[in-house]
């Protein structure tokens, strides 16, 4: 018996990838579309305040490569570190992308780290809600602190692995089975990923989806990465979906002894 999976749904629309990717390290506007596509991602994250949208008019636009039609366009914060910036940039992407309302809010501690900087997340997520924004929310793997932020309305919940660009791996699995437990929305792990056996893990905790950027873009062969992060998050769903065996401290034969011939 097959279990048939339902789509990942955030803001109301239907996604059937669980991949997100990002558009920050590589080479150019060509390669993040080529891993773009291989990824089978429907979704792209783009820094406002380091890759044009159109607010550099004498510059490249992501948009003249990664169609806004064929792909949703997630504009983040990244770089901000105040309430008060993250909520001016979501404003400003809002205003380049004629009314678009899905982002994805980060406010950052510091720069070494870029771990989340909680108290300015949630004024600056209650800010945006009110202002009619749809927020993914980037955030510590507090179950309390994401549960705070799904009450004030974020669309998803997105807990760090570990630390951004790490490439550390899921450092925090019992955090985020907690949040996952108490969620009503998407909890998608954002950070910390660095290999496919790493999506894989996530999945296979229950997570929605997974976010991941550098752990694409500076592998040696990103395309070929993206595809690997596909097949790991489709893998890691389904193992989820189809139930581990239990863990044991003994053996459990395969073939069973019992009425055997000799």
């Known amino acids: ?60 636009s992501l948009l003249e490569v990664i169609s806004p039609t064929r792909y949703t366009i997630l504009p983040n914060t990244a770089g901000c570190y105040n309430a008060a910036d993250a909520v001016r940039t979501c404003r400003m992407a809002r205003e380049l992308l004629d009314g678009h309302k899905l982002v994805k809010l980060e406010v950052l501690g510091d720069q070494k780290t870029l771990y989340p900087n909680v108290t300015e997340t949630l004024i600056a997520a209650e800010e945006l809600v009110k202002d009619g924004f749809d927020v993914m929310v980037y955030t510590s793997d507090d179950p309390l602190i994401a549960k705070r932020l799904e009450e004030l309305g974020c669309v998803a919940v997105m807990p760090l692995g570990a630390p951004i660009g790490s490439g550390l791996g899921i450092r925090n699995p019992y955090n985020i089975r907690m949040i996952l437990e108490n969620a009503t929305v998407p909890v998608i792990v954002d950070a910390g990923v660095g290999t496919a056996s790493d999506a894989a893990i996530a999945m296979e905790l229950g997570c929605h989806g997974v976010l991941m950027n550098t752990a694409i873009a500076e592998a040696r062969n990103p395309v070929l990465m993206a595809s690997a992060m596909k097949k790991a998050v489709e893998s890691g769903r389904e193992a989820f979906l189809a139930g581990r065996m239990p863990r044991r401290l003994y053996a459990s034969a395969s073939s069973p002894i019992d009425g055997t011939f000799f």
């Open 1 to 60: 018996m097959t279990t048939q999976d339902s789509p990942l749904v955030i803001a109301g629309k239907a996604y059937a990838s669980r991949l997100i990717i990002g558009s920050g390290k590589y080479q150019s506007f060509q390669q993040n579309l080529d891993a773009l596509v291989a990824s089978g991602a429907e979704m792209i994250t783009v820094a406002i305040r380091r890759v044009n949208l159109g607010q550099n008019r004498d510059e490249p």
